[in-house]
């Protein structure tokens, strides 16, 4: 008896320890990957590693990591937000034209707009229950229409760049300003999922939606405000795009939805939701970044570039799904 | 029951409706020659629609036509005579890009199936990487296409259609009788209805999951082909906006997102109601703009009303 109550602790245990070794394998995949691919670019030109080029890297990867952090947290609920490269365009085109009449108050006004347009389709989502690929890529139309009649399908100049030059500055001479706005909104989102009740809330529903709404957790409310942070980051990248460029484009942003979804991704957040973080994000960029600097460096064409973003999704995807909960794959 | 008839007779009444209006407010609407433009505006839509209806029944989603037609575009402007290479393949240059655009396809269905991957995942990877062989195939030097076999496609006319509209005309019947009459047809459809009965019931569901998706990808190529003869040269954005176009068209003539219901026939009463939309509000004055924001809004309108009488039934919707 006794041995028998043994042996299926055992069983029990291992099976426990079987989704463990896949947390353990998702978790490291990552950063072992992002710290071979780091030190493969060092070994193939050490200048790279110097503080300098190390900061310029980073500042190049910055508006891309602002872009995914949000959007993230749509994935970690379990939907996708397509929308971002478009509304982060179309903050771009609002930015410099509202530059002239709001100065310093243009930035958090487009950042403020974007959210609004980021729970509208939340709001969509939720109360039409159309799938959020589905709102989001409707959304995504809609939100490049608007920016090419804003902009008249043209560059938008900015008269004048102060409002914006503190996102393209570098602080002490040396660390880019971009870079720190892009960690400190990877932090703030870490922390509004980790010290108030979004964080389990979003992954409770990712994990297990019908569970969650028996539980009694506002579900429409979170994923809204999921849709809405993902709007904020958006326009806050094309913030960040405005200020490099010095201008806004009706399509200035909309070449960084592969990557972002990349990069979400490949830092291991998975797409059916509930699994996942932030700082996986910061380094899925990361990666990202480097595979795209690294491939230079090798003298590979750009024009791979694309094949490489579509091999990463696919690859990441496959790798990180959770396929205990998709008994049918659409 | 009303609810039911109205997805089956709705998209045609709505049709009709807008082609009413736009007759009234545009005396050019009205006109013979106008009718012309508009279904040799449509032809490429129809081609890429009927692709995308197939994955649609199964109850997937295919993203990847903008960047399967990228790269058929280019291919095929390289394989017929052209200003880059030495290669004259005319017919069998076209045949080779259906074929590469079902391999694109078959790669999408292979990817979903095997990897057990959501399939607007994968054909969104394999649209990026369709883009990317497509840019390497360009190599900054737009091909020009001179074979005159493939540029009579848009410019030779009989009875004032241009031979796209035929070819799209023919490949709408084609589909419309492998829909209806064969297993990959039924399956499709069935598929999309109850997969898991399908599979309970022996039926080797990935396999034909794989042939739709193969089906589609061969469209984009045919498609692809028709918009090189139409421009004239090869170029990376030949799918450019075509994928969601597509989606819309198929979802606004009542094919449903969820898959099972509709079918071609519905399929192109959508392509009907874009194609009407574009071509009237362009006669009466609208920006393009204002006609892709319409567009966005379209497809989310028309996928709330097909789910709302199922709203009840449909728990998590993600």
Known sequence: ?330 | MTADRLQTYGPTAALLALAAVFAVLSPQFRTLGNLQNLLDAGAVLAVVTIGATYVLLLGCIDLSAAGVMGACALAVSLLVANSRTALDLGPLGVLLVVALGAAFGCLSGALSVGLKVPSFMTTLGVSAIGLGVATVLFAGVQPAVSDPWLLQWASGRWLGFTRVTYLAAAVVVLAWLVQRHTRLGRYATAIGGGEDILRLSGIQVGRYKVGAFTVAGACYGLAAAMVTAQLGSGIVQAGAGLSFAAITAAVVGGTQLAGGRGGIAHSMVGVLILTVLANGLVLIGVSPYVQRAVQGVIVVVAVGATLWPLRHRLEVVK
């Open chain 1, 1 to 330: 008896m006794a041995d028998a109550a043994r042996v299926a602790g055992l069983r029990g245990r291992l099976a426990a320890r079987v989704p463990e070794r896949r947390h353990v394998v998702v978790t490291a995949m990552p950063v072992t990957a992002f710290l071979v691919l780091l030190a493969a670019l060092a070994v193939a030109s050490p200048a790279l590693l110097e503080t300098g080029s190390l900061l310029t890297l980073a500042d190049s990867a910055a508006p891309l990591t602002v872009l995914a952090a949000g959007a993230t947290v749509v994935v970690l609920c379990g939907g996708i937000d397509l929308s971002v490269a478009a509304l982060a365009s179309l903050a771009s085109v609002l930015l410099a034209s509202w530059v002239p009449a709001l100065s310093g108050a243009a930035v958090p006004a487009v950042v403020a707009a974007c959210a609004v347009a980021g729970a509208v389709q939340g709001l969509v989502h939720v109360a039409f229950r159309i799938p959020s690929f589905v709102v989001t890529l409707g959304g995504m139309t809609l939100w490049s229409a608007v920016a090419l009649l804003a902009s008249g399908a043209a560059t938008v100049p900015m008269p004048d760049s102060t409002p914006t030059d503190w996102a393209f500055t570098r602080l002490g001479g040396l660390v880019p300003s971009a870079v720190l706005v892009a960690l400190a909104t990877v932090v703030a989102l870490a922390a509004l999922m980790r010290f108030t009740p979004l964080g389990r809330w979003v992954r409770a529903i990712g994990h297990a939606e019908p569970a969650a709404r028996l539980a009694g957790l506002p579900i429409a409310r979170v994923k809204v405000i999921a849709f809405a942070l993902s709007g904020a980051t958006a326009g806050l990248a094309g913030a960040l795009l405005v200020a490099r460029t010095f201008s806004g484009a009706p399509t200035l942003a909309d070449s960084l939805l592969l990557p972002a979804v990349a990069a979400i991704v490949v830092g291991g957040t998975a797409i059916t939701g509930g699994h996942g973080a932030l700082w996986r994000t910061l380094v899925g960029a990361g990666i990202v970044t480097l595979l795209r600097v690294g491939l230079s460096y090798a003298g590979v064409d750009a024009a791979y570039e694309s094949i490489l973003y579509g091999v990463l999704i696919v690859g990441a995807v496959a790798l990180t799904i959770d396929r205990s909960k998709l008994s049918i794959v659409k």
